[in-house]
C-alpha cells in the first residue's frame, strides 16, 4: 500500500503528478488532479492501449467522447476505453482527478 500525499505531488504543466513511473516504477497506474482554465480547448488525443478515468471535482465544460457530447460539472466520473479519441472544452475553470491505467498517457504534460 501507498499513501500518495498532496505535499509529495509532482506539479508538472497543468497537472500535479501523485503517482507515475518516475515515483513508484511498479505502478500499475497513473494519478494527477489536472486543471484546466475557463475557455481552454484541449485536443483530440487518443491512448492506443491505456484507460483513463476523469474525476470532476471543480468547474464544468463538454467532454467529446467518441463523437458524443457529454455535459460535465463537479461530480460527473467518466471513463474513456483505450483508443478512443476525446476532447475538453472547459466553459468554467476545471479542476479533475485524472486517471490511467495503465500509466503512460500522464507524460506528454511533461513535454
Same mark, same amino acid.
Given at each position: ?5 498532496? +505535499? /509529495?505531488?509532482?506539479? /508538472? =504543466? ?5 503517482? /507515475?513511473?518516475?515515483? %513508484? ?10 486543471? #484546466? ?10 491512448? @492506443? ?8 471535482? @471543480? =468547474? %464544468? =465544460?463538454?467532454? &467529446? #467522447?467518441? =463523437? ?6 463537479? &461530480? %460527473? #466520473?467518466?471513463?474513456?476505453?483505450? /483508443?478512443? +479519441?476525446?476532447?475538453? #472544452?472547459?466553459?468554467? @475553470? ?6 490511467? &491505467? ?7 504534460? +511533461?513535454?
Amino acid at each position: 500500500p501507498m499513501v500518495l500525499a498532496a +505535499k /509529495d505531488a509532482k506539479p /508538472d =504543466g497543468p497537472a500535479r503528478i501523485f503517482l /507515475d513511473k518516475s515515483i %513508484s516504477p511498479v505502478a500499475p497506474l497513473a494519478a494527477s488532479i489536472v486543471q #484546466v482554465p475557463a475557455g481552454a480547448t484541449l485536443p483530440e488525443p487518443v491512448h @492506443a492501449h491505456e484507460t483513463e478515468l476523469l474525476y470532476i471535482l @471543480a =468547474g %464544468s =465544460g463538454t467532454l &467529446t #467522447v467518441a =463523437g458524443n457530447a457529454l455535459p460535465i460539472t463537479a &461530480t %460527473s #466520473v467518466v471513463q474513456i476505453p483505450p /483508443d478512443t +479519441k476525446h476532447a475538453l #472544452v472547459a466553459t468554467e @475553470a476545471l479542476r479533475a482527478l485524472q486517471i490511467y &491505467t495503465p500509466a503512460g498517457p500522464e507524460q506528454r504534460v +511533461k513535454q
